[in-house]
């Protein structure tokens, strides 16, 4: 099955920073979602994104499916961006796979 | 709109007994899926319900089976709890299935003892 890796495993950040994110996936696929999890376990969607870029305010994700990784982009990092970061990815409506995460702590 | 809602919010069981738990979609969305988080496994899919039909299916053993309503309110069940099935267990709804955005629940946290 499909392999999703994510680096780096741990970031800590002073508020302000800037950060990139980066998801790996040994596969072709054409759908790839980035969430958010907050301290409480709440998963947000941050983007839906099989190919191109996006953004939405401070965040913003690239990915390049013919590359097979994605990258997320945190800018002027505050501490409430704090969590874990998930890509997942999936063919057609196969299931989703997700990734190890990234744990981002901001710090004021 | 609602967000998706799952219950109970938090359980204590003990190894042997079974449990339910249950997921209410976003109004008009017809995909349920299920996922379990450990510390060790991470998150890992567990099955899609779309139109009360299985449309997908994790890795997981027989215990764990589930089913979906006519009004898409979807259920989870774990029969002969092990103290290694204490997770998160999050369900996720969209409207057409997995190939779009997916809206998660607060999860249910369960307990094994």
């Known amino acids: 099955g499909i392999q999703v890796e994510q680096s780096p495993p741990d970031l800590i950040l002073q508020e302000g920073a800037n950060s990139t994110l980066r998801c790996n996936f040994s596969d072709s696929v054409n759908n790839l979602q980035w969430f958010h999890q907050n301290p409480w376990g709440q998963l947000i969607n941050l983007f839906y994104i099989p190919s191109g870029t996006k953004q939405n305010g401070r965040l913003s994700a690239t990915t390049v499916a013919t590359e097979r990784y994605s990258l997320l982009y945190i800018s002027s990092s505050q501490t409430t961006d704090s969590g874990v970061y998930f890509c997942?990815?999936?063919?057609?409506?196969?299931?989703?796979?997700f990734g190890t995460g990234t744990r981002l702590q901001v710090f004021p | 709109k609602a967000g998706v809602t799952q219950t109970p919010r938090y359980l204590i069981k003990t190894r042997g007994q079974q449990v339910t738990l249950s997921c209410s979609p976003i109004s008009g969305h017809r995909s349920v899926s299920w996922y379990q988080q450990t510390p060790g496994q991470g998150l890992q899919f567990l099955f899609e319900y779309f139109s009360e039909t299985q449309r997908n299916k994790g890795n997981f053993p027989g215990r764990f089976s589930g089913r979906q309503f006519s009004n898409s309110r979807s259920e989870m069940n774990v029969s002969t709890l092990e103290l290694g099935d204490s997770a998160l267990y999050l369900c996720?709804?969209?409207?057409?299935?997995?190939?779009?955005?997916?809206?998660f629940g607060p999860g249910t946290r369960l307990l094994v003892l």
């Open positions: 996720a709804s969209s409207s057409r299935g997995l190939q779009e955005t997916q809206y």
């Open positions: 997942a990815v999936g063919w057609n409506t196969d299931k989703l796979i």
